[in-house]
């Protein structure tokens, strides 16, 4: 199932676009909204997200800056900003240098802006079909192995799981604040 993150420093405006997109997509999208960047960044080093829309001023991060750390740590994440702003260099800022696929103005029409989510999804699926096929190529002409394939599937699907940190002795260095006994043993990655 597709994943959007929605990032606003308004619950009003989560709220409203909760309910939009819930009353088209039912259960087919699974939605993750934040008010605070820094929540929304932790989530996004860990869960792959089709579509990320964001704000543009919020008070502790401008939407740019938060798209921008999004980017680099999801580059097929496809980015968009909502936002009450219509300043052209903003917009010419986040087209060319964090790639924005969409600026959307606020107030929003509601058909526009379950359009441009839909362009957005349909964009990512696209990517993911393309990034798929030149894998499958480059598997077939011996320029990836199928372990190096795997790797890349599995770090698409959960961000930063195969990313180990090793100790001077090998020892893997657990991430901060995280003990094995913090973790559900349900949820235990072996």
């Known amino acids: 199932m597709p994943r959007l993150l929605i990032l606003d420093d308004e619950p009003n405006v989560i709220a409203a676009l909760r309910r939009l997109?819930?009353?088209?997509?039912?259960?087919?999208?699974?939605?993750?909204?934040?008010?605070d960047p820094a929540e929304a960044l932790a989530r996004v080093k860990d869960t792959a997200f089709n579509v990320v829309m964001s704000d543009f001023r919020m008070p502790v991060m401008t939407g740019l800056a938060f798209l921008e750390q999004v980017k680099?740590?999801?580059?097929?994440?496809?980015?968009?900003?909502?936002?009450?702003?219509c300043d052209f260099d903003v917009i010419q800022k986040a087209v060319n240098d964090v790639e924005v696929f969409r600026y959307m103005a606020k107030p929003w029409s509601e058909?526009?802006?379950?359009?441009?989510?839909?362009?957005?999804?349909d964009k990512s699926a696209l990517g993911?079909?393309?990034r798929t096929l030149a894998d499958a190529?480059?598997?077939?002409?011996?320029?990836?192995?199928p372990a190096d394939l795997e790797l890349k599937r599995l770090?698409?699907?959960?961000?930063?799981?195969?990313?180990?940190?090793?100790?001077?002795?090998?020892?893997?260095i657990m991430p901060d604040g995280l003990l094995d006994s913090d973790i559900e043993p349900q949820t235990r990655r072996s």
Do not use: C
């Open 21 to 35: 997109i819930r009353q088209h997509y039912k259960s087919n999208l699974e939605v993750m909204a934040f008010v």
């Open 72 to 85: 680099s740590a999801q580059p097929h994440a496809v980015r968009m900003i909502l936002s009450a702003s």
């Open 111 to 121: 058909q526009e802006l379950l359009n441009q989510l839909q362009a957005g999804l």
């Open 128 to 130: 993911l079909q393309e």
């Open 137 to 145: 190529m480059r598997l077939q002409q011996g320029a990836m192995s």
């Open 155 to 172: 770090e698409e699907q959960e961000p930063g799981i195969t990313v180990v940190d090793w100790g001077p002795n090998g020892e893997v």
